[in-house]
């Protein structure tokens, strides 16, 4: 027989396991609509995020060298410069902007 203590016990690991099933949805969710916005697997369409990217001229905020994006992140940085090797933030990289066409 259950007493109040393992009911409880019992509703937190239920509670518990919803949170992360949930999570779970959402991120997948989140990754099919990513791929629908902005389907990379297309050449066309990587070809033009990549030439996006490339095109941005930014500069390191200490010592003004051009720095270049850090795969992986949207707005994160790296200068170039030899000793100075700053990561920083910077304008969005990601081409969110091109048609999917």
Known sequence: MFDWFNLTILALM????????RAIRLTNASIESA????????PDVAGRAAERIRSLDVRCTRCGQSAVALLGTTNRY???GETCRLEFEGPAH????????
């Open 14 to 21: 239920v509670t518990i396991v919803a949170f992360i099933v």
């Open 35 to 42: 791929g629908r916005d902005l389907p990379l697997s297309r």
């Open 78 to 80: 790296r200068c170039e």
């Open 94 to 101: 990601f081409a969110s902007d091109l048609p999917s066409e």
